[in-house]
């Protein structure tokens, strides 16, 4: 007999975005809720930059970061009264990744 494993999350089930740095993959986890204050523009493990932006400038991590939270918060509010739920399926590898 084969069975198959479908994994799924939830937007309700979303508690944190995690941002890891593509050059040494350390990463960076913060609370969706909790999402405050300025982030790190550049890894504060090996310094590589996260985006591009001059001194002063915006905030790109943050802009990205807020982009992501906001479309989470904007669909758990429109889902709360819908007569269903909207999941996620997550690949094989995605699920069983570490
Ligand atoms: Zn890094």
Same mark, same amino acid.
């Given at each position: 007999?084969?069975? #198959? &494993?479908?994994?799924?999350?939830e937007v309700? %089930? @979303?508690?944190?975005?995690?941002?890891?740095? $593509?050059k040494?993959? $350390?990463?960076l986890?913060?609370?969706? =809720?909790?999402?405050?204050? #300025?982030? +790190?523009?550049?890894? +504060?493990?090996?310094?590589? &930059?996260?985006g !591009?932006?001059?001194?002063?400038? +915006?905030?790109?991590?943050?802009?990205?970061?807020?982009?992501? &939270?906001?479309?989470?918060?904007? @669909?758990?509010? #429109?889902?709360? %009264?819908? =007569?269903?739920?909207?999941? @996620? !399926?997550?690949? +094989?590898?995605? $699920?069983? &990744?570490?």
């Open positions: 007999m084969t069975t #198959k &494993r479908h994994v799924t999350i309700s %089930d @979303l508690t944190s975005l995690h941002i890891q740095c $593509s040494c993959n $350390s990463v986890a913060i609370p969706i =809720g909790k999402i405050d204050r #300025k982030l +790190p523009q550049q890894c +504060p493990n090996c310094t590589n &930059r996260w !591009e932006w001059e001194h002063n400038g +915006p905030n790109h991590t943050m802009d990205y970061v807020v982009e992501v &939270r906001n479309a989470a918060e904007n @669909l758990k509010a #429109k889902m709360k %009264d819908a =007569g269903f739920t909207l999941a @996620l !399926e997550l690949s +094989p590898e995605a $699920s069983t &990744r570490d």
